[in-house]
């Protein structure tokens, strides 16, 4: 279950991302959190959502092509560095009673310049930190898993802190977690690798990978699934405040268990998908587990209370993450080394651009028409979009099972 974490510079990555993803969703409740105090508007939630993850549409494709001419490492270190500074401002904001909407949406922007550099690029490194390819999907899923104990962690720590301290107290802490991620990153040693093709217009190259992207069935059909995961059924998170408030009649706590129960799921799924040694039926895993996301988000939608929302939530998040893992092998699987950095590109830019739309729709509507009522649309049309991508899967050759994997033509 735990193969890839026999190689020192992934168990070093692993520990770092743990500790920036905890610290980073202990920010984004906190900062959810005091967006909706200061002004009781989903709509705003929504669009403090947008303006977090709208720099990702015109970065990353910028930052695939970036990862494969530049040091990983040093980018890594660079954009860990900006988090942490980030995390410290916001505190010293809020703790000095400063913030405001503007300031705060200012704030939501910053970090999507630097997730739009740094996500991309940790995509891009998984490969270069497992010599044994055979471990690729495993440091998938325990990449995965890390992510989603933060998200137990995170929102778990943050509703502690909300209730006893305050927003500015959930900053200090998120800029900690930035610092010993950073620590741990600055441990990493990667191996040398060729880059082929560093002397092309960049713009050639960011070309060179949408097109690669698209003449491939399983890559193209792969990222318009993301787009349609992201765009539909995920911005349910960014309204997760809204229900706890106006649907569920909490607060705080109440909000931090309504972030960590999909998050429990996810780690329960990510476990499950580590343990696998066979990554045969990935197309057919990938079907299935998009179905239970949106009929989870249909039942999380429809529940009248907190009790029966938490278990609909625990089956959302595990779904969800083997949807989006199993999506994630599949790229990794396919992709030639030369083009790898460039298509998880497009794989963060699928699934962080049209993530923004959702969030701004979804907020607007929910002050018109209730948070029930957009999250159950939003289900609706992921199922419909899922049977329609997969209908030649039914009648048509496999994507995945029956061409083999590329070969590795980078060194590490």
């Known amino acids: 279950m735990f193969r890839a974490l026999r190689h020192p510079n992934f168990r070093c990555f692993l520990a770092a991302h743990a500790c920036a993803m905890t610290g980073h969703w202990v920010q984004q ?10 002004t009781d ?18 970065l990353t494709p910028f930052v695939g092509v970036l990862a494969e001419r530049a040091d990983r490492r040093r980018i890594l270190l660079a954009t860990q560095g900006a988090a942490f500074v980030h995390a410290l401002l916001l505190a010293v904001v809020a703790f000095n009673g400063m913030a405001d909407i503007p300031l705060l949406l200012g704030f939501a922007l910053m970090q999507g310049v630097i997730q739009g550099f740094d996500w991309t690029n940790r995509q891009s490194m998984i490969a270069q930190l497992v010599a044994d390819r055979a471990d690729l999907p495993n440091a998938i899923a325990l990449n995965s898993t890390s992510f989603n104990l933060s998200r137990i962690l995170g929102p778990t720590i943050a509703g502690g802190i909300l209730v006893l301290w305050g927003e500015a107290a959930c900053f200090a802490a998120a800029a900690v977690a930035e610092a010993v991620a950073l620590s741990f990153t600055r441990r990493l040693r990667l191996p040398a690798r060729r880059v082929a093709g560093v002397g092309a217009p960049l713009f050639a190259e960011m070309r060179g990978g949408l097109s690669y992207a698209w003449r491939d069935p399983a890559i193209r059909r792969t990222l318009v699934l993301v787009a349609l995961a992201s765009a539909t059924v995920l911005p349910y998170v960014s309204l997760l405040p809204v229900f706890a408030s106006r649907v569920f009649g909490g607060g705080p706590d109440m909000l931090g268990w309504l972030n960590a129960a999909p998050a429990v799921g996810a780690v329960f799924a990510g ?9 045969a039926g990935l197309e057919r895993r990938i079907f299935l587990a998009g179905i239970i996301t949106s009929a989870a988000a249909a039942c999380f939608a429809l ?19 083997s949807w989006m893992a199993s999506m994630n092998t599949l790229l990794q699987t396919v992709v030639r080394d030369a083009m790898r950095a460039r298509v998880m590109s497009l794989f963060n830019m699928a699934f962080m651009a049209a993530m923004p739309v959702g969030q701004l729709i979804a907020g607007a509507a929910s002050d018109r028409f209730g948070a029930g009522r957009v999250v159950l649309a939003g289900a609706g049309a992921c199922l419909l979009g899922i049977m329609w991508i997969h209908r030649h ?9 029956d061409r083999p994997p590329e070969r590795c033509q980078e060194h590490g």
Do not use: C, D, K
């Open 271 to 279: 476990l499950a998908l580590a343990s696998r040694r066979e990554q």
């Open 393 to 401: 899967w039914f009648v048509g050759p496999r994507l995945v099972e």
């Open 303 to 321: 529940v009248p209370s907190h009790e029966l929302a938490l278990p609909m939530l625990v089956v959302l998040g595990g779904a969800q993450i």
């Open 41 to 58: 508007s989903a709509l705003y939630l929504g669009l403090a959502g947008t303006f977090s993850l709208v720099p990702n549409l015109l």
């Open 29 to 38: 409740v906190a900062l959810g959190w005091l967006v909706f105090r200061l």
